[in-house]
Structures are given as C-alpha cells and as structure tokens.
C-alpha cells in the first residue's frame, strides 16, 4: 500500500493510494461465521429475531425491522429451497463469449427472508425445486 497526502495539516487533505482489494481479508462476523460453518456441515444456517420471529437467510447479526440484536440460529430446511430469480452469463469478463452459459440463481426458503447467489443447473426456472449439490461457497445448485 502506498500513501501520498497532498495538503497541510489543519486543512483538507487529499489522500491518492492504491487499493489492493484482493489482498484484503474480511472477516465475516459472528453470524458469518455461524453460516459458513454450517455451510462445512451441509447445512443452512438462518438467524431467528428474538422479537419478531422473522428467520434470515443467510443468518445475520441484526432484523432489519425490529432493529434488535439476533443471537438465536436455526437450521434452515435445504430441501425447500425454490429458485426465486436467475439470470444467464454469456459472456467472460474480457467479453468472450462462452462455450457454455453460466447459470446464476437467487435461491430462497419458504417462511425466510433473504437469499443465496448459486451457481445453478438442470431446469433452471422461476420456482423450481433446488437441490443443493455443493455446499463449498459458492454454492452449486441442481433445478429440477
Ligand atoms: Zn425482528
């Protein structure tokens, strides 16, 4: 990383840098980190709101609507799991086109808010059946 600060100290300063994101590490949290190691288990993980009792795929720390800290989590039913909207990769990101179409799905569980970005296969449609076919992120989902 490299620094260059243009300007005086006391007034507005103007930081150029460069940005080596790929090189950054984030840490994902602790509702984070419930997920991706249900994720190691082959299992969904959500968060129940202790208020509301809306259940949030993937789990989170905080609901949206009661502003309450969630720590309670629950195992998600991966076998209801439906295709909520997908769309169709043409094209690499140099613009080439692909030999094969690449399938990305937002997939959802009833009763949950949120979602999950997959790569997806077989019948893939608005509302069909997901079966779970990897659990390494990101996730590879069959259609039926
Ligand atoms: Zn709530």
Do not use: H
Not at 27 to 54: D, R
Not at 77 to 86: L, T
């Amino acid at each position: 990383m490299s620094w260059e600060k243009i300007g005086k100290e006391g007034s507005l300063l103007r930081w150029y840098d460069v940005m080596e994101a790929d090189k950054y590490e984030y840490t994902v949290g602790p509702a984070g980190e419930q997920f991706f190691n249900g994720l190691k288990e082959g299992k969904i993980i959500g968060s129940k709101c202790p208020k509301c009792g809306k259940i949030y795929v993937p789990a989170r720390l905080y609901c949206e609507d009661c502003f309450v800290k969630i720590d309670s989590y629950v195992e998600i039913n991966k076998d209801e799991a439906y295709v909520d909207s997908y769309t169709i990769i043409y094209r690499d990101d140099e613009g080439n086109k692909l030999d094969i179409p690449v399938y990305i799905a937002l997939i959802r569980f009833p009763n949950t808010k949120g979602g999950i970005l997959c790569y997806a296969e077989g019948n893939v449609r608005i509302g069909g059946k997901v079966k779970i076919t990897s659990f390494q992120w990101p996730l590879r989902v069959k259609v039926e």
